[in-house]
């Protein structure tokens, strides 16, 4: 085995991976709320627990998402002419025989992605403290009532594309978010523009 | 809805026979064996002054002087209206805490309520009223003398005939050849449970006009609830036919 390199710290591994099993158990439990799933409120003893567990998964998800910030915020907010290519080229994923420009550490599409979660993130958690905390003001409520969900339609179909872009579609990413590490010549073929700026290529 | 309107019960209200007795309210609260409520006086003999977890209905008290009579006083028995199409039914969360009987009214089971107060929110008539346990609680028609072939306690009592229970379109009927005008909820909300005989404008006994469950519930129900599905069933098929139509990522090729 080669020369690995870190590209997550075991903080932000860790702070995905709550990030991550919250919003999936936020998800299901919402399911159950939409579609009154009775076979998954069973699983927490009835509803109004499930409700109790939705919430204060709500603030687990909440801490999270804020803590990440600290991590991918700066990243997910430049872009470059590279970055515009990536787009035009969608990212080579329609393709392989398309050029796909250099990446950083990150590509656009990560990145706006990232930023998705961050809007819609925030959003539904605001709107999930209004509809928790604001019950005797109608306006709040309905309103969050409706940011809520529509914030929900953004994960239904943006949860599942990151869960496959970062494992099949893409071998060998998973393992980064598990370990932190990436092997040095993978990386170099990656992230060439990162790998540049850490003086290793 | 299972109900069609053949089988389909309601509560009729004839405000102009009403002698304000609130023996309805009386018999309410004997039935469902709830608590008095300590009120003030505020210049009305409405009293409690609205629905409460302890008032699943109310007579209300107004005065509304017309050219002939200067001291007209009008009342209206003020309950859930069960409406067929119902706000509070479609945007509760819990399933079975809001429920359909079989004779169409929408009773309630505090202890599948899940306490989130979103039926309070939606409801057009702004009847639930949660408890001191913040449960949910409402006029529920009887559910449980209605099944047994009775009648709901406040129409049993009403020595007026201000307050009729049978088969839903049988009242209408009956209502029209009555000669009154004005059937309130006959079509309102896909037909209500509680309908009101009105000779007069409704809006004179403070009936609400046109009432509409919020629009922001209507859009949700019809329109992100199906989306929600649609787009991780759509998104989980897009990527398997990415996954064999284009393949995954090649570094090789970078």
């Not at chain 1, 550490?105 to 709107?127: E, M, R, T």
């Not at chain 2, 009927?173 to 909820?185: K, L, V």
């Not at chain 2, 009101?196 to 509409?212: C, D, Q, R, S």
């Not at chain 2, 990522?249 to 970078?254: A, L, N």
Request: proline content about 5%.
């Amino acid at each position: 085995m080669g020369e690995m390199v870190r590209k997550e710290s075991g903080g932000a591994i860790l702070n995905h991976w709550v990030l991550a099993i919250s919003c999936i158990l936020l998800m299901i439990t919402g399911f159950a709320f939409l579609f009154h799933l009775e076979s998954v409120g069973a699983v927490f003893g009835g509803f109004e627990t499930m409700k109790t567990v939705h919430n204060w998964t709500g603030v687990v998800f909440t801490v999270a998402l804020v803590l990440t910030m600290v991590n991918y915020l700066g990243d997910s907010l430049r872009y470059d002419a590279d970055d515009v290519q990536w787009f035009k080229v969608a990212g080579g994923y329609l393709s392989h025989k398309v050029k796909v420009p250099p990446m950083g550490k990150h590509n656009p599409g990560q990145k706006l992605y990232y930023l998705g979660i961050v809007i819609f993130g925030i959003a539904i958690a605001l709107s999930g403290f209004g509809i928790w905390l604001m019950k005797d003001n109608p306006t709040i409520m309905l309103l969050s009532h409706l940011v809520h969900n529509v914030a929900f339609i953004f994960f239904c179909i943006m949860v599942p594309v990151h869960i496959y872009l970062s494992t099949l579609a893409n071998p060998g990413t998973f393992q980064i978010m598990v370990s932190g590490m990436v092997p040095l010549e993978l990386a170099k073929k990656r992230y060439p523009k990162w790998m540049k700026a850490a003086g290793k290529m | 809805m299972a109900n069609n309107s053949t089988n389909r019960k309601a509560i009729l209200v004839t405000p102009e026979v009403c002698i304000g007795c609130r023996a309805c309210q009386v018999a309410c609260k004997s039935w469902n064996e709830l608590p008095g409520i300590k009120t003030k006086n505020n210049g009305t003999y409405q009293n409690p002054p609205d629905l409460a977890t302890a008032a699943y209905n109310i007579i209300k008290y107004s005065e509304v002087p017309s050219q002939d009579n200067p001291v007209r006083w009008l009342f209206v028995s003020r309950r859930c209206m069960h409406c067929e199409d119902a706000g509070c039914m479609k945007i509760c969360p819990a399933p079975g805490a809001l429920y359909r009987t079989k004779e169409g009214a929408v009773a309630f089971d505090r202890d599948k309520c899940v306490a989130c107060k979103l039926c309070v929110n939606a409801c057009p008539f702004d009847v639930p009223r949660y408890d001191a346990e913040g449960k949910v609680t409402k006029c529920h028609l009887c559910f449980d003398r209605i099944g047994e072939g009775m009648l709901p306690a406040c129409v049993k009592t009403c020595p007026t005939g201000a307050l009729r229970y049978g088969d839903r379109d049988e009242l209408i009927s009956t209502a029209r050849a009555e000669g009154f005008g004005t059937i309130y909820g006959e079509k309102d909300l896909g037909g209500l449970g509680s309908i009101y005989a009105f000779k007069e404008e409704p809006n004179l006994y403070g009936m609400k006009e046109n009432p509409t469950i919020p629009s922001s519930v209507i859009f949700w129900h019809t329109y992100l609830k199906p989306l929600s599905l649609i787009g991780l069933g759509g998104v989980v098929a897009a990527a398997a036919i990415h996954y064999m139509a284009v393949g995954p990522h090649k570094d090789e090729e970078v």
